[in-house]
């Protein structure tokens, strides 16, 4: 809706607590041995989901001969789509948390999740943990109207079967899945990464986008717009990037340290208390 006369195109959004009429900016920076520039910024409507914006994003880093092989993202940013696409299209790791499995297997242990079922993508069938083969495969809309793929089991193999309270809280077994291989491995796949060690160190980096938002916040005042309309918008979102480039250029030739992420007093303590007890 409409929520300014004087701003036909600002509309009104809410994240979390923060609620406001306007747009999103979105940037994308760089982390190496160098000034961490910022290397793209968007701009869009403040009602748009943050993933939407990943596409027309990887198409003009690559346009610009930019495209990085790790992009570290915040969970708005990826879904399974994106994980599979970002891969085929541009050779691209997206990193960043998935959605875990709320299914009801996914709720108590010693239940069979996905993991427990043999998929045969060629054939379009499915082997469950008790060796039944499904009935039926096809595709049907989820409550966003995206596909989804819905894979039944035969009724009354499943009524007889000694593994039913294990496999499903109905009478017939039904999987919701991915519609398609590529995402299904690629989201199966990221949720194990993300249980790692590994993964939480390559995933700290990220954290350093934050300091990029707070100086467009703090610095160069990015939540107040100076203009009415996406384009000139738009135009101020540039400005501002290339100042905060600017900025950060001077301060790496005057070879200034970086800001240490901040530690609260209580934090601190707990430290100087497990190094007493170690030693």
């Not at 009724?155 to 590529?182: F, G, N, Y």
């Amino acid at each position: 809706m409409i929520q300014s006369p004087y701003d036909m195109e600002a509309r009104y959004s809410k994240k979390k607590q923060t609620g406001w009429v306007g747009y999103k900016v979105h940037f994308t920076g760089c982390d190496a041995d160098q000034p961490h520039f910022v290397l793209e910024v968007t701009t869009t409507a403040s009602t748009l989901p943050d993933g939407e914006v990943m596409e027309d994003l990887h198409e003009r880093l690559a346009d610009n001969r930019l495209l990085p092989s790790q992009h570290l993202v915040d969970k708005g940013y990826v879904d399974a789509e994106l994980l599979a696409t970002s891969q085929h299209r541009h050779q691209i790791d997206l990193v960043g948390p998935v959605l875990p499995d709320t299914s009801w297997a996914s709720k108590e242990a010693g239940r069979f999740d996905h993991s427990h079922f043999h998929i045969d993508w060629k054939a379009k069938q499915v082997l469950c943990p008790a060796g039944q083969t499904s009935r039926d495969w096809g595709h049907i809309p989820d409550r966003h109207g995206k596909p989804r793929l819905r894979i039944r089991f035969p009724l009354p193999l499943c009524r007889v079967c000694t593994l039913h309270e294990k496999c499903s809280s109905t009478a017939a077994k039904v999987l919701i899945l991915r519609p398609d291989e590529a995402t299904y491995v690629a989201l199966q796949q990221a949720r194990k990464r993300q249980e790692t060690a590994e993964f939480r160190a390559l995933y700290a980096a990220r954290a350093g986008i934050e300091g990029t938002v707070a100086q467009s916040v703090r610095t160069c005042e990015i939540r107040r717009s100076r203009y009415i309309g996406m384009k000139k918008l738009n135009l101020q979102a540039f400005l501002t990037a290339t100042s905060i480039n600017m900025l950060r250029a001077c301060h790496w030739i005057a070879e200034a340290k970086l800001a240490t992420t901040p530690t609260s007093r209580f934090a601190e303590l707990l430290a100087s208390v497990k190094q007493v007890a170690v030693a």
